[in-house]
């Protein structure tokens, strides 16, 4: 069983930064894809960030070269750094993992793991 625990989330204004970090435990290889969700109150969640099973990143249009998504495969984390946030970026924000993975998708469906969510809040 994969677990995954979120750290990082708070608050700040816009134009701040926020670093959030996922603690992997449980069995993890490197045939494993990863992602950063998010969820706003009365949305679905939608996909972030995800980081392939070679390392290759890919990143939602409205990130706009903000964040930036990285993995430690030593310390089984995973990290996404969001800086010029904006007052929409507020949200309650999903680690999430998948095994024998070569490509990640955006989707939701696309993932078997989830941690619990931490939340961000910028305000304007």
């Known amino acids: 069983q994969v677990h995954l625990v979120e750290t990082g989330g708070g608050s700040v204004q816009a134009g701040g930064s926020l670093r959030l970090s996922c603690v992997v435990s449980?069995?993890?290889?490197?045939?494993?894809?990863m992602g950063w969700f998010r969820q706003a109150p009365g949305k679905e969640r939608e996909g972030v960030a995800t980081i392939d099973r070679d390392g290759t990143t890919n990143y939602a249009d409205f990130v706009q070269g903000r964040f930036t998504i990285s993995r430690d495969l030593t310390k089984n984390t995973l990290h996404l750094q969001m800086n010029n946030l904006k007052p929409e970026d507020t949200a309650v924000y999903y680690c999430?993992?998948?095994?024998?993975?070569?490509?990640?998708?955006?989707?939701?469906?696309?993932?078997?793991?989830w941690g619990q969510g931490t939340q961000v809040t910028v305000s304007s």
């Open positions: 449980g069995y993890i290889d490197s045939t494993y894809c």
């Open positions: 999430a993992a998948v095994g024998g993975c070569l490509v990640a998708t955006m989707y939701t469906s696309g993932f078997a793991y």
